[in-house]
């Protein structure tokens, strides 16, 4: 048995095998013929990588037996340590500059280019027959044609990343240059390293915020088809809620969207005067689950009621306003308008804190409904600047707010006119009168006393206690 297994590995082991131990034995006992030298030589010159390595590190003791072969191993070693050419003067010279070029222009490794170098000695010094020197000179004008097209195309390579070069520098320059023409400054560009604030989806964020804040506008008449309920009863209704959103100490979105939450419903559905406040307590709890990391507890709410309405009625409300609204919460909050253009006023704490009085005016009077909140904010922040004398409306801010002077008038009075009127809403007024709000509510009705008759008609004030009688 064990004289079998040995027949049969020496005769599947062949001269194709290379990595075989009996294809060394074959070789040393056909050395002496001719043509298996040949043959060999036509087949290292094929060879890749991996074959070439093999052959250059085989054993040397059988070296002595190959004749020609070993001639050749040592004319490459020479020209690849010391660089220089064979003492062959015909096909070796043009050799040389073959795989000279391919070295240049391509990623074969030194193997290959001995192989090419093994090519040119062996016709010299051993005899070939006819049909064995066909393959040597295919790959040779193959390689030859290899080396004259690519020069060709090095220098348009280097010429594209030019032209490309030169079409973009020009276009940063026009942009800056138009910024600087209409006196508008670059804000974002400072906050690129910053991922929280989102430069590079600012302006497309806020575009599509300007988008929906007109699909989340209320009716702003929708009192008439109420009616058991006045603008009056609206108005005490938000200012208990400011209360309520002061107690949770919520967060300013969360007012915001309750408020607006109750406008939407009550202007698609009717609503009774003793389930009003039942409306009012459901949307505060519907915005602070939205708006709130932490929302309080149905309960609370029910015992911030003075328990008029129990666990089951809010719930149960809650889910009669999300059908009706049918589940849309995206409301563009006014905060974050506030926010952008405080960025171009430089991040002014008492001008923001004036700004959020303001804002919080147009929850209150209904008047404010049928402008967007991006208007309001804008107001918010010209009035406030305009109290503490912060300089004109210049550019930049008119870029950032999205609104000029022009635009900013007709709810700028609104506000005047309401700071110039008696106080109406206590929870409001104090809560904005603390220390915390750099007694907003103090300074602003201070000033409206003195430079009312500047901006507003008293017609206009007139006629706005009409509507609330």
Known sequence: MPQARSLRTRGTMNENDENGPSA??????TAALTTDISVEGAKK????????????TGPTRRRAALGDVSNVNKTEGVEVKDGKKPAAKGLASKTTVQTGGVQKLSRSNTSRTAALRRRDPNPKNVPVTGPQKRPNPKPAQEETSQPEGPPRKKPEIEQKPEEVV????????????????????DLDTEDLDDPLMAAEYV????????DLELTTLPN??????QPDLEWKMRGILVDWLIEVHTRFRLLPETLFLAVNI?????SAEVVALDRLQLVGVTAMFIASKYEEVLSPHVANFSHVADETFSDKEILDAERHVL???EYNMSFPNPMNFLRRISKADNYDIQTRTLGKYLMEISLLDHRFMGFPQSHISAAAMYLARLILERGPWDATLAHYSGYTEEEIDPVFQLMVDYLHR????????????????????????????????LYVDNSESYSYAKDEQ
């Open 220 to 225: 702003p008449d929708y009192i008439d088809h």
């Open 45 to 56: 010159a094929l060879q890749t990588k991996k074959t070439t390595t093999t052959a250059a």
């Open 166 to 185: 030169e079409t973009k520098k020009p276009e940063p320059e026009a942009s800056v240059k138009d910024l600087i023409n209409a006196g508008v400054q």
């Open 203 to 210: 302006v497309e964020i806020f575009d599509y915020l300007r």
């Open 262 to 266: 109750i406008d939407r419903f009550l």
């Open 422 to 453: 008696p106080v109406s809403h206590e929870a409001f007024f104090k809560k904005y009168a603390s220390k915390k709000f750099l007694k907003a509510s103090i300074l602003t009705r201070q000033w409206a006393k003195k430079y009312h008759h």
């Open 24 to 29: 060394r034995v074959t070789r040393a006992k």
């Open 323 to 325: 059908a009706t609204l």
